[in-house]
């Protein structure tokens, strides 16, 4: 076995040792990725100069790198998929992918990895491209610094700037994406994460996840989605230090979670979406240091949300800070700050001396008759809520912070 695992090493340093570097030029001897593929063996370089290149099908069945100078321009003649990548430990950087037709029937993309792995995808830009980079059946991939810009109209003709299907321990890292049906999508993708990308005006999602378990999303700014993130079907997930902004229509959410167990969502920041945090099926989820600015709801909970805890959150300025849908009394609420608290607090501990209700009847109302909210702003609202904050009888008794912070959670944000 040793001997085994000595010649392997051995083959390899020898392969290593004869790698060539391929030049592709408008005016040289080789003209096209086409022709430098057909040319190349395991573990050459490719390099591309400046200029417009419009190639057949590329596939690449070797470990490669293509690395394009000054950003050259890709494109296949057909309009089709311009990578299928059909090898371990391809890398692909500082090129130009565009113009990917829109198809019905294939999910043509400018980069397409089948059941590899160790591939990296860096510093490219695509654009105008039905798919962008699409892995399925891969694992140990790095998909990192790339703008992937589309031109969605519609979510039937539309498809997802960043696509995982059934990968392992995929690491997708400061890219930005635009103009897509979903920015990123994961369905059943594993140990994984998604740190410190720009995800802003796709149709559907920012980030989809489905299925997925033990992923962590890092950092990154959700702005101007149809809806933030909707993490579905999934259990371990950590949501940290992430921004929800501006996801704002009339079934809009920053954050939607629905059948998801044992997570954690922690110092993110939720700033004027529709709702903050949509919560449906959600269970042990544990809701620590974050921010809701101006939603307006900060916080849904629906159907069979159980065993979640709010702790040490700061609700400022919402219109509804929380809407609750049915009976619950294991999720708890307890060590928030809400800017709408007028407790007191007389052993100034910091900790106010009479319990919040953050459901207030006029929510209960408008979740019941939605064309209320045209009266959102009048006098009769305001003689309702405090007629109700001064003798409660409708809004929910065992849903109360019975330790209101009085002044708002300062944390750690870096």
Partial sequence: MVKFFLSLLLICGNLLAVADVVEVKKEGSITSIHQALQLSKMGDTIFVSKGIYKEPELQINIPVSIIGIDFPIIENKDGKEIFTIE??????????LQNVKVSYIKDFAAIKVNKQSHCVFENNRILSCFF???????????IRNNFVQGIAQDEMSSGNAIHLWYCRRIAVENNETKNHRDGIYLEFVDHSFVKNNLVADNIRYGLHFMFSDHDEYIGNTFRSNGAGVAVMFSKYILMHKNVFEYNWGSASYGLLLKDITDSEITRNKFDTNTIGVYMEGAIRVTIFENEFVQNGWAVKIYGSSMDNTFNRNNFLNNSFELALAGRSTSNKFDGNFWSLYSGYDLDKNGVGDVPYRPVKLFSRIIGKVPSSSILMRSLLIDV???????????????????????????YDRN
């Fill in 384 to 410: 309702i809520n405090f007629a109700e904050k001064v003798s409660p009888v409708l809004t929910p008794d065992y849903l109360m912070d019975h330790q209101p912070s009085t002044k708002e959670i300062v």
């Fill in 87 to 96: 090898a371990d430990s391809v890398l692909i950087s500082g090129l130009q």
């Fill in 132 to 142: 962008g980079i699409f892995l399925k059946n891969s694992q140990d991939c790095q």
